[in-house]
Each structure stands twice: as structure tokens, then as C-alpha cells.
């Protein structure tokens, strides 16, 4: 049995507490002899700041760069709002996705039977709710050149942020998203603002090409990020596969989360190319949801995020789909039984600490691996 090495990063606020749902889980899987997993456990954000002054170290790296996949946390606080920009904890999670070229995010947003009466919308709009958002990770305008604030003097500043895309960038985003549709209802609809941005016309072109180039057996459409957003909370339901950038894709998963009825339901993967040679990727896997401060330590974070996140890990790095599959299966059994975290608490159900939640999903885990 191949034996697969994983770097845990809790980093900050609830990242610690959901982490210790998955590190139980990944003990389980090597004690019963299921996987073979060698953790090891590194500082980033506003923890790697208090120990390092810095948002990851050099060592915390290294470990990064030798590692099968990262499974992460949350980063940042208000303890760390006037840390110097370049230090700040998110930079610690910027630096892994650039080193790493982690340029392909995929954030599922999935609504569970048991849960549709949580989201914000109608039953009838997310009930059964399966939608996958492919949001460019290392280019646009959170890394795009100039980024400055200038003193124009008398009380004035100017700040630039740049939004740059190349055409190979756009192109190899896109072929993540015709590959995932083929796997799902064979849909990618792409959102750009080409009606006001010239990377959005850029983007809109590149998809076009490498769709009738590569996939014409996958049906693409084009809307305006905007009008995307809309349509999300209108008629989620019409999208399968939607491909777009880094600020868009930031919003628009963000409001997909809430259609699953709470943030601490969304996972991530980010992911790098497939290297030539040994067929692996680098991979980045994190729940959405971010630090949650105001609630860390009490022991009421939804580890789900965290622990579908390392469910894509085993999809997407250790091609076990098989085991992925049962770990989601065993969120739906707890969720169809009625326990919830605050976070999803509604009349009628039982009250589960972050622990009670994690200890349940791991004991219908082993019922459907037994």
C-alpha cells in the first residue's frame, strides 16, 4: 500500500478545532488499514506571525512543496489587522497557491436533502442542488502588476489593482472545466464582464477556441458575472459546471455557499498541473468558511467543510473516488438524523458540538466501510 504524505496546517481561529475532526478521521484510516497516511503539521497565518513574524516559514514550505497534498484550515483575525500588509496571515495562503501554481480552485456547492430548509432560498430552488465553481486561482487581479496605493498629496491617494490574464491561463482553466462536465451533466457555463472588461473579451474568446477546438461534445454558455450572480439565487439549479476568475470565482462561491445552507458546509480543492513524469499534482485542500474568531474555542464550528474538503483530497490526489463517496454518505446519514452544529440548527433538530459532529461522521464512516 502506497503510503501518501499529507501537511496539515490548522492555522487560525476554528482552523485548529475542524482540524482535529480530519486528523481523527486519518487515524482511523490508518489504524483500520484502509490508507496509508504520514502527517506532519506546520504553521501558517497569524500563528506562523506570533512564532515567525512571517505568514509561513521557509521550513513550513519546504514541507509544502514536498508534500502530496496540504490539507488547510483558515488563516487571519482581528489579533493580526496591523501586522505589515506583506506579512498579514491570508499572504501565508496567497504564497502556498503561487508556489505551489495551484491555478485550478473547485468549489463544490452541494445541498443536502436534510439541509434545504437552512438555505436562505425556497426548498424547490436548492433541494438537490449540484453545482461545481472552477475559479482561476493564480492570476487576475489579486496578483496582477501594479498593485499600489500613491500619495497624490493635498488629502488624495490613488490606489491600482491590475487585472492581467494570458491566454494560456485562460485556457488551461477552462480545459479543468470541460473535464469536470464530462464527469457530471456535461454543462460549463463561463462568466466574465466582457461587456466593460477586456479580459473578460479575452476570456470569453479563449473559452470559445478551446471549446470547438476540444470539447464541442460539451455544451458551453456564456454569461455576464453579474447577471450570473442573479441567476444563482434565482435558479441555481440551471448551472452544473461554471468557470470564471479569481474575483469573480470568489464571489460567486461565496454566494453558492449560502445556498447549501451555511459556509461551513463548502469545501475546496486547488490544484496544480499534472506532472509529466509522476502523474501527481500539487493540492491545496480547504473548507470556505475562513477563521470564524468570534467563535473560536467554544467548540461550535461545523467541522463538514473541513472534512468534505479532505474527502476531495482523496478524490482528486489518491484516486480513491470509492472511499470520497462513503465519506460524503456518512455527512448525509448524520445530517438525516437530525444533528446539527449552530451554524445549520433548526427546530427539531439536536444540538452537536464541533467534536460530537466529527465523532458521528466517523462512526457512519465505519458502518459503511464495515
Known sequence: ??????????????????????????????????????????LVGGS????HKVSISEGDMAKALAADAIIFGAVGGPKWDAVPYEVRPEAGLLRLRKDLALFANLR???????????????????????????????????????????????????????????????????RVAFELARKRKNKVTSMEKRNVMKSGVLWNEVMTQVHKREYPDVTLEH???????????????Q???????????????????????????????????????????????????GSAPDIAGKGLANPIAMISSFGMALRYSFDMGDLADKVDAAIAAVLASGLRTADIKSEGTTAASTTQMGEAILKELQKLHA
Not at 491617494?157 to 485556457?171: C, F, G, N
Open 1 to 42: 500500500m502506497a503510503t501518501h504524505k499529507l501537511l496539515l496546517l490548522p492555522g487560525d481561529g476554528i482552523g485548529p478545532e475542524v482540524m482535529g475532526e480530519v486528523k481523527r478521521l486519518i487515524d482511523w484510516l490508518n489504524s483500520a488499514g484502509i490508507a496509508k497516511f504520514e502527517t506532519d503539521t506546520g
Open 108 to 174: 463544490p456547492a452541494v445541498c443536502y436533502p436534510a439541509l434545504a430548509d437552512a438555505s436562505s432560498l425556497k426548498r424547490e430552488a436548492v433541494e438537490g442542488l449540484d453545482i461545481m465553481i472552477v475559479r482561476e486561482l493564480t492570476g487576475g487581479v489579486y496578483f496582477g502588476e501594479p498593485k499600489t496605493i500613491t500619495d497624490l498629496g493635498n488629502g488624495q491617494k490613488r490606489a491600482i489593482d491590475t487585472q492581467v490574464y494570458d491566454t494560456y491561463e485562460i485556457e488551461r482553466i477552462g
Open 223 to 237: 454569461q455576464l458575472a453579474d447577471s450570473g450572480g442573479m441567476m444563482l439565487v434565482k435558479w441555481p439549479k
Open 239 to 289: 448551472f452544473d459546471v461554471i468557470v470564471t476568475d479569481n474575483l469573480f470565482g470568489d464571489m460567486l462561491s461565496d454566494i453558492a455557499a449560502m445556498l447549501t445552507g451555511s459556509l461551513g458546509m463548502l469545501p475546496s480543492a486547488s490544484l496544480g498541473e499534472v506532472d509529466v513524469k509522476t502523474k501527481k499534482r500539487k493540492a491545496l485542500y480547504e473548507p470556505v468558511h
Open 48 to 51: 506562523a506571525y506570533d512564532a
